[in-house]
Nanobody, 115 residues
Framework: QVQLVESGGGSVQPGGSLRPSCAAS????????MGWYRQAPGKQRELVAAIASSGSTNYADSVKGRFTISRDNAKDTVYLQMNSLKPEDTAVYYC?????????WGQGTQVTVPS
């Protein structure tokens, strides 16, 4: 059973930075694609960034140039470096991995950027 546990959210002033992380277990992490999604109140969950097992990445247009996704296969962990945070980045951030048995999700970590 794949398990994903996020940490590292919090509240930060506009322009600040956060670096949430997601620790995976129950899988051969290095072979899995990983992603970060977010869901703001009243909005649908959206993809923020993804990283393939090869290390290739893709980002939502709204975060390009500000967010960086990375992975440490030795630690079975994926990170999301978030810089130049804006109030519109406020959301619950979820870690995800798509597998042949379905998608797995973490419990989410709150990121708040007050206006």
């Amino acid at each position: 059973q794949v398990q994903l546990v996020e940490s590292g959210g919090g509240s930060v002033q506009p322009g600040g930075s956060l670096r949430p992380s997601c620790a995976a277990s129950g899988c051969i992490f290095s072979t899995y694609a990983m992603g970060w999604y977010r869901q703001a109140p009243g909005k649908q969950r959206e993809l923020v960034a993804a990283i393939a097992s090869s290390g290739s990445t893709n980002y939502a247009d709204s975060v390009k140039g500000r967010f960086t996704i990375s992975r440490d296969n030795a630690k079975d962990t994926v990170y999301l470096q978030m810089n130049s945070l804006k109030p519109e980045d406020t959301a619950v951030y979820y870690c995800n991995t798509p597998t042949s048995r379905g998608d797995y999700w973490g419990q989410g970590t709150q990121v708040t950027v007050p206006s």
